[in-house]
């Protein structure tokens, strides 16, 4: 195992990979609004390279952030002078990632099939997009794969859907993988297509709901930023467009939607890690997904699944007004909830995202929501912080176990409750 790491950090240095040696994720606990508004001041310097995995929200929420080698020990005399506490939740980030490397090279084949690949271990893009097309050619009947796009680096944006016939019928769409680094999204992702096909035609209420209604699926939302990851920086979360006038790279995908765009809770800096974009659907990627659903126009449940923290979210992120369909909406996460919980008793929180975490302007769910698909949902997986974006591959079955159950209640609701 020694020497697997060894070759791994060695492996990841000869290609140029981003290095996090040193690298600290710190917990830190704000007490009030004050507090809130000193750590927003550390975010405003850009020269610290921090990097805030969960940003400031409200007083109470707690605050993670990677905080490079060299800006660690300005960081900790900037909180402790400001009387912030704060905690260590990774100590050495590098060793997360170099054994996530070793874990992907000691489990790396190319599988004959959907039955011999490797569900449990975390997969490149090209070996995503293998998976899709053995899925396709061994179940035809069900699966297709179309392509909704091109990213701006000219990838294809594909998007399995699943279907027992008809043209435009009620549609579910799911997207795993719209920030890059959330690595157990699109790992769930590829779980969810393998339980579709063998459910379908077994399990009684996978099968009424895919004789009522189709399932879209895709699987890698953000390529860019996805192979981006593998190749040069672990911690990649935005897509990889080019910004005028700024050397710094990409779009937030998930704040570049027209729903309270350009509000609180984005940012207008090309460097941030929430940079909105200069204008709404400016993103390939967010084109693409928003020009589906418009000329799709039947989707009646749309959820974005994301990482890390553990929560069931619904519209608004944007502004404080409730959505107008909130009670109903609100009784849906909390049964998700329950049945995602009763697998291994990992515990979720759900709310609407601005009571929830923080206000986020831009977002993809208070766009579909306002587009009326009234069913629409973002998950947060796992894990509370420990591992953070960084979630060991031991945990991608049980991960997509359980998120299952939570997608089955919220799939159920939108087949018994047609609008």
Not at 402 to 407: D, K, M, N, P, S
Request: glycine share 8%; aromatic share 12%.
């Amino acid at each position: 195992m020694k020497g697997l790491l060894v070759f791994a950090a060695l492996l990841a240095a000869a290609l140029g990979r981003e290095s996090f040696v040193g690298n600290q994720v710190l917990r830190i606990f704000v007490a009030d609004e004050a507090g809130v508004e000193k750590v927003k001041e550390l975010e405003e310097l850009q020269e610290l390279q921090l990097d805030f995995w969960r940003g400031p929200g409200g007083q109470g929420v707690p605050i993670d952030v990677r905080v490079p080698f060299a800006s660690l020990q300005a960081v900790k005399i900037f909180l402790e002078s400001n009387s912030i506490r704060y905690s260590i939740l990774i100590d050495d980030l590098q060793g997360l990632v170099d054994e996530e490397q070793t874990q992907m090279i000691s489990h790396h084949f190319m599988p004959r099939s959907v039955e011999t690949f490797n569900y449990a271990s975390y997969h490149t893009l090209d070996e995503i997009y293998n998976f899709m097309d053995l899925l396709v050619a061994e179940n035809p009947d069900l699966v297709s794969k179309i392509q909704i796009g091109s990213s701006y680096e000219g990838r294809p944006l594909y998007v399995l859907k699943f279907s027992t016939g008809g043209t435009k019928r009620p549609a579910i769409w799911i997207d795993t993988g719209i920030h890059s680094r959330e690595w157990i999204t699109q790992a769930s992702g590829v779980w969810f297509a393998k339980k579709i096909v063998d459910s379908y035609g077994k399990d009684p209420s996978l099968t009424s709901i895919l004789d009522n209604l189709d399932i879209f699926l895709e699987i890698v939302t953000n390529p860019d930023g996805f192979a981006f990851t593998h190749t040069t920086n672990r911690m990649w979360r935005k897509t990889r467009s080019i910004n005028s006038g700024s050397a710094c790279i990409g779009v937030d995908p998930n704040r570049n939607w027209d729903a309270g765009f350009g509000g609180a809770g984005a940012s207008s800096s090309p460097c941030s890690e929430t940079y909105r974009g200069p204008y709404a659907n400016s993103e390939r990627e967010v084109k693409a997904i928003v020009d589906f659903v418009k000329s799709h126009g039947n989707i009646k449940a749309f959820i974005s699944i994301h990482s890390y923290t553990q929560l069931l979210l619904y519209p608004y992120g944007y502004t404080r007004t409730q959505a107008a369909d909130y009670q109903e909406l609100d009784n849906i996460a909390k049964a998700a909830v329950a049945a995602l919980s009763s697998l291994y008793g990992t515990r979720y929180s759900y709310g609407s995202i601005i009571t929830t975490i923080y206000q986020a302007s831009g977002g993809t769910i208070d766009w579909t929501y306002n587009q009326g698909i009234k069913y629409s949902f973002s998950f947060e997986l796992r894990d509370t912080g420990r591992y953070g974006f960084l979630l060991p591959a031991n945990q991608i079955i049980p991960t997509a176990e359980e998120t299952w159950l939570g997608l089955m209640t919220i799939m159920e609701y939108t087949r018994d409750h047609p609008y």
